[in-house]
């Protein structure tokens, strides 16, 4: 006779613990419950869940469980017919490695938790954070030098030919701009003012030395392995790894974070890598660069030359299409016209065909003949050094992806990934520069980075946000911008939806000398559907990314021009200009300024 009552409803729950490798007892309403499923899921662990609340007898079920467990509450996890518990026993399993146990019990032992490839920014908090949580971690990092043979030690490219040289130099060229005002203050002095290259430099490179050095003894400190060589996949969940002197090695990991970044593209013009430099090179470069053509017109490009004509070198720049593509074009076009208006030379709607080396030196000279992009114009000119920043190739098309089916981007070498930073190969996820349409920026890979770890090891599910990212371009007028371009808030909202309030203001310290009133802008993007919500946030001033790190996290608190109105300024600042904004760009009202 079949059993009938509660002995019916434990062999119905023991067979479901016997059938299922993860069976978990839940209800469709329970936070916990649904904590617990979304860890199975980002473990990419297939589960079966009975929602007790949707079921007939689903109290006598959680009866039957109480006896068989002793645990009153649900969730009540079962993996491979072990008896984990409730959600938190089940989140502290996973973080002090049971649960992997559990759940791979006739698995292959691997050497390694996880094996991050690349040691930049991105990677290297992936690696700590994960470490931290309990994980045995591997790093691999291995630069290849550049058609000139330059090379730099652990950090990536932020640390060693990014963000850290760029705006050092970048310092230094505004310390000149100061230097001149200073006379209107009642500084004198009488010797000849002049930089030193090779005195900035050195300094510069000291600073990041000390820097690659902490990194390295960081990882010791967090127990994670470094190996300076490079890593591409040869299997599924195992890798080659080729040190510096054609050594290899080999290592398996249950998991990857491929986090290897960008390296600067090249012109495929004759005499290209022979005699052009890139960001690189710049930064370490061992003769100051004189006379200099900068091709391009990233961030990389802009930046680059503002510096450069900040220190007194002569710099023009030779420009293909538009200003910083992907940024507000309004904030891009003023940021240009301000370095023209200071010096730095422009040929628009030119690009390169070829470079040729007329004299070897330290800077040598080269000539550099151009065509233009609208008609059948050929120009030429002679400079010292020709730096290209044209755009950054990803560093994934020689790793062996295409050996484990991880899918790519054909082209722009980038990586496709999920809202988890996932790829199409469960076992690999991805971070920083090289995703495919996410921020190349050193802290969205920083932020991506820890999140992973947390969600893969710390039962965490908080993912990183890729919409509200502040950024600064560090050209001579900084510039600033949070949220939507004016371009892309019309795209995703429609014109008619948006409110866009804006000003010309004249920073305080710039009175006195009497220097570029009405060259610094502000505008905030408004949606008036959503109680004028701020969804975009441009400055172009100095010191623009201190202004637009407050201000990018009122926006992800929701941040709306009312509040903005409300906020009462600190006096006499630049980034009280967003207090008293009153003009909108659809009144056409006059937004210049008679005074600071």
């Known amino acids: 006779m079949p059993p009938t009552g509660k002995d019916a409803l434990r062999t119905r729950v023991q067979e479901l613990v016997d059938k299922n490798p993860v069976m978990v007892f839940s209800k469709s309403y329970c936070p916990y419950c649904i904590q617990v499923k979304e860890l199975f899921t980002s473990l990419g662990k297939e589960y079966v869940a009975l929602e007790l609340d949707e079921c007939d007898d689903g109290s006598s079920i959680q009866e039957v469980l109480h006896e068989l467990t002793g645990l009153r509450t649900v969730p009540s996890v079962f993996v491979n017919k072990t008896h984990v518990g ?51 971690v591997m790093v691999f990092d291995y ?79 967090k127990n994670v392995r470094y190996e300076n060589a490079y890593a591409e996949f040869v299997e599924p969940h195992k890798i080659k790894a080729t040190n510096r002197k054609g050594k ?84 891009a076009e003023k940021a240009g016209a301000y370095m023209e208006s200071h010096g730095v030379k422009f040929i628009k709607k030119f690009v390169p065909t070829s ?10 000279r080269l000539r550099v003949v151009a065509k233009s992009t609208e008609s059948d114009q050929i120009i030429e000119g002679e400079y010292n050094t020709v730096l290209v920043a044209v755009g950054r190739d990803s560093c994934t098309r020689k790793i062996g992806l295409e050996k484990i089916g991880v899918t790519l981007n054909e082209r722009n070498g980038k990586i496709p990934v999920n809202d988890e930073e996932q790829t199409n190969v469960p076992s690999v996820y991805a971070i920083g520069d090289i995703l495919d349409g996410k921020w190349e920026l050193t802290p969205v890979a920083i932020k991506a980075g820890r999140l992973l770890a947390r969600r893969l090891y710390g039962g965490a599910n908080l993912k990183c946000d890729y919409i509200n990212v502040p950024t600064t371009v560090f050209t001579p007028l900084e510039y600033g911008c ?70 990018a996290a009122a926006m992800k608190c929701g941040l709306t021009k009312e509040k903005l109105d409300e906020t009462i300024g600190i006096h006499p600042t630049c980034a009280e200009i967003f207090t008293t904004m009153e003009v909108t760009k659809s009144s056409g009202g006059d937004i210049s300024q008679k005074g600071c």
């Open 248 to 331: 290899e090695s080999f290592f398996t990991a249950e998991k990857f974070v491929i986090a290897t970044g960008e390296r600067p593209r090249y012109l495929g013009v004759p005499g290209d890598k022979e005699f052009c430099i890139t960001s690189d090179d710049l930064f370490s470069l061992s003769y100051c660069p004189g006379k200099t053509l900068v091709v391009g017109a990233s961030y990389v490009a802009l930046e680059c030359a503002g510096f450069l004509a900040g220190i007194g070198l002569d710099v023009t720049v030779m420009v293909r299409s538009i200003f910083l593509r992907g940024f507000d074009q309004e904030m």
């Open 355 to 364: 470079v040729e080396q007329l004299e070897p030196g330290m800077p040598g």
């Open 482 to 551: 949070c949220g939507y371009s004016e371009e892309k808030a019309i795209e995703v909202f429609g014109k008619e939806a948006l409110e866009v309030y804006h000003t010309l203001f004249w920073p305080l310290e710039w009175t006195v000398p009497g220097r570029d009133n009405n060259k610094c802008f502000a505008k905030i993007i408004c949606n008036k559907l959503d109680y004028e919500r701020v969804v975009g946030f441009h400055v172009l001033g100095p010191n623009a990314g201190e202004i637009t790190q407050g201000y």
């Open 86 to 136: 409730g959600c938190d026993k089940t989140l502290q399993a996973h973080r002090d490695g049971t649960l992997q146990k559990l759940l791979d019990k006739d698995a292959v032992t691997y050497d390694y938790d996880l094996i991050v490839i690349g040691g930049g920014s991105g990677g290297l908090a992936c690696s700590k954070e994960a470490s931290s949580l309990g994980k045995k």
């Open 143 to 221: 630069v290849v030098p550049t058609p000139l043979g330059t090379s730099w030690g652990l950090g990536g490219t932020c640390v060693n030919v990014g963000c850290i040289p760029k705006k050092l130099m970048h310092q230094a060229a505004l310390l000149g701009h100061s230097l001149k005002d200073s006379r209107k203050f009642g500084w004198e002095y009488d010797e000849q003012v002049q930089h030193n290259w090779d005195t900035m430099r050195q300094n510069i490179q000291d600073y990041i030395g000390s820097l690659n050095w902490g990194y390295r003894v960081s990882l010791r400190d």
